[in-house]
């Protein structure tokens, strides 16, 4: 069982998780991570400190976000590992926004 970054991460990134993360786990794209499910050592740290509770365990995901365990997993695979990162210029307006889904941004050369 692997922790899964979902929706709430989206527009925001705060990085606490990265930060905390003992095995590198963390891939990061321009305005969400991801964690690898296969280099997560299942510690739960990174859900502990998401400072928008946008981190479960696999098992514990809600209904509405099963689909982030495959987009991490295929996220993971071409965005690149991140060992830290800072939250986004705008974070904080965004944190408690919901439905964020439509704001993922998955090319790079985009910012």
């Known amino acids: 069982m692997a922790y899964v970054v979902t929706e709430a991460c989206i527009a925001c990134r705060y990085g606490e998780c990265v930060s905390v993360c003992p095995q590198g786990a963390f891939h990061g794209g321009p305005n969400f991570v ?11 740290l990174c859900e502990m400190v998401c400072p928008v509770s946008a981190i479960f365990a696999a098992a514990d ?12 997993a295929q996220l993971s695979a071409v965005w690149p590992v991140v060992r830290e990162t800072a939250p986004l210029p705008d974070a904080d307006a965004h944190a408690l926004e919901t439905a964020k889904r439509d704001r993922l941004r998955l090319d790079h050369s985009a910012g």
Not at 34 to 44: D, H, L, Q, R, S
Not at 62 to 70: E, K, L, M, S, T
């Open 61 to 72: 995901l809600p209904a509405a976000q099963q689909d982030y365990r495959a987009l991490n």
């Open 34 to 44: 991801v964690i690898n499910p296969v280099t997560c050592a299942n510690c739960g």
